[in-house]
């Protein structure tokens, strides 16, 4: 008997309360020791977009919105007449969240410890930047961003009070529009989105 074992606490990490929690809260992309994709983007951008996560090709590429959802936000953006380029560009969670079937990586939704982890990071991206406006893209975005679940259907195109009073405007994820099946309502959608960007040129020089 080790002494250990004779004390009680056998095959306990002998760890500080807080880092014995971790391994809950954690990600598993960051434990696997993946690089996080950061945001993108001038930092004196007045108009900051916040997505999801990054998917399979940003975790490869390390740019957020590089992948079908990006490329489809890209053409939203154009027809809204927003600059991308312009804008500050980066996602609540930091890590693409998935499960291996096969060669396939498959997307999985973060949950409410994914986006309490990387609440801070995307706190600092927000101070630093500074936007005059933030767009809320989904509802893992609006839910990092507000603090509490909304219903992003009800509230699209609506402006909200976020952290420090900062305007957050809220619209659908683009990867929603690229998931509908019927045609017809897939380009209704998308003009939805669209107009829902162009409303946040109303907030913004
Ligand atoms: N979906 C997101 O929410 N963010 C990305 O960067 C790519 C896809």
Redesign the pocket.
């Known amino acids: 008997e080790t002494p250990a074992e004779a004390r009680g606490d056998a095959g306990r990490a002998r760890r500080p309360a807080d880092h014995a929690a971790l391994p809950e809260v954690i990600p598993a992309a960051w434990a696997e020791g993946r690089a996080p994709?950061l945001g993108e983007g001038p930092l004196d951008a007045a108009l900051m977009l916040v997505?999801?996560?990054?998917?399979d090709e940003?975790d490869r590429g390390g740019r957020?919105?590089?992948?079908p959802?990006?490329r489809l936000l890209d053409r939203a953006l154009v027809e809204a007449g927003i600059d991308r380029a312009a804008c500050y560009v980066t996602?609540a969670v930091k890590h693409f969240k998935y499960v291996q079937r096969g060669p396939r990586r498959l997307h999985q939704t973060p949950d409410a410890g994914d986006i309490a982890h990387y609440r801070p990071f995307l706190m600092r991206e927000i101070v630093h930047v500074a936007p005059g406006l933030l767009v809320a893209?989904?509802a893992?975005?609006a839910q990092a961003l507000l603090g509490r679940k909304v219903g992003i259907m009800k509230l699209r195109g609506q402006v909200l009070s976020g952290p420090g009073g900062m305007p957050i405007l809220l619209t659908v994820?683009?990867?929603f529009l690229l998931r509908l099946p019927d045609p017809e309502a897939k380009r209704a959608e998308y003009a939805h989105f669209v107009q829902d960007l162009g409303a946040a040129l109303r907030w913004v020089p």
Do not use: C, L, Y
């Open positions: 994709v997505g999801e996560q990054p998917g940003e957020p919105f590089i992948g959802a990006g996602n893209m989904g893992t975005a994820h683009p990867s």
